[in-house]
């Protein structure tokens, strides 16, 4: 699986929008972007995911650079419920197609 | 429906008890995963099942045994377990394909004296 590089944790206040980029130069064309997030003490939760072109849903929306080696993810307006993990995954939709394999993740705090 | 339901969750277990997690979805998925999560780390894939079959071992142990008995219901069979398997056990569900987003469960917290 090709690896992504996240920062460690990133910090925001309340009603501001949140930018959390992602680093993935070795995706092959197959590959598309998922993210997820996980609050303390839940699973996992589904975000968003794209292969080429920017897209958007209620919870947040994904920018891919034109050369797909970095993404963005775009929290429109930070609530504290958005303290969370987030994780950046590419998953290969021509391989095993069944893994979704965690890198570290960005931890988000938000404040009041 | 779409939450998967995973019990027991709290579990706390010596080194030589035999225990089972089990992980219930009723959201016709046919793809069911096991994960692994150390405190302040990602979780770890264990196992895929898909079609109940086992399709996915990433080298896990043999004192972790999986189960698929139907296409709703997964199982993990625990036997001689070390302290270091303590850990939260996550279970998801997913359609299956590479665009499909999984499902997951809140998790087992699995301590082991």
């Known amino acids: 699986d090709a690896k992504t590089t996240q920062p460690n944790s990133m910090e925001s206040n309340e009603e501001e929008p949140v930018h959390l980029p992602c680093n993935h130069s070795t995706i092959s064309g197959t590959d598309y972007i998922h993210w997820y997030r996980q609050l303390p003490s839940q699973g996992p939760e589904y975000v968003i995911h794209g292969l080429t072109s920017n897209v958007n849903n209620r919870m947040a929306s994904l920018a891919i650079a034109e050369d797909r080696k970095s993404s963005t993810l775009i929290l429109h307006r930070a609530t504290l419920r958005d303290a969370a993990v987030y994780y950046c995954i590419l998953r290969d939709v021509a391989g095993g197609y069944n893994k979704l394999i965690f890198g570290a993740g960005t931890r988000l705090a938000v404040h009041p | 429906d779409t939450e998967v339901t995973q019990t027991p969750k709290h579990l706390v277990m010596g080194m030589t008890n035999k225990k089972s997690l089990k992980c219930e979805q009723h959201?016709?998925?046919?793809?069911m995963y096991w994960y692994k999560q150390k405190a302040k780390k990602p979780p770890e894939l264990m196992f895929v099942?898909?079609?109940?079959?086992?399709?996915i071992n990433e080298s896990v142990p043999s004192r972790f045994s999986p189960e698929c008995p139907n296409s709703s219901l997964l199982n993990l069979h625990l036997h001689a377990l070390q302290p270091e398997d303590s850990a939260l056990y996550l279970c998801?569900?997913?359609?299956?394909?590479?665009?499909?987003?999984?499902?997951f469960g809140s998790g087992t917290q699995l301590s082991v004296l």
């Open positions: 998801a569900s997913s359609q299956g394909g590479a665009r499909e987003k999984l499902f």
């Open positions: 959201m016709g998925h046919r793809a």
């Open positions: 099942y898909s079609y109940e079959k086992l399709s």
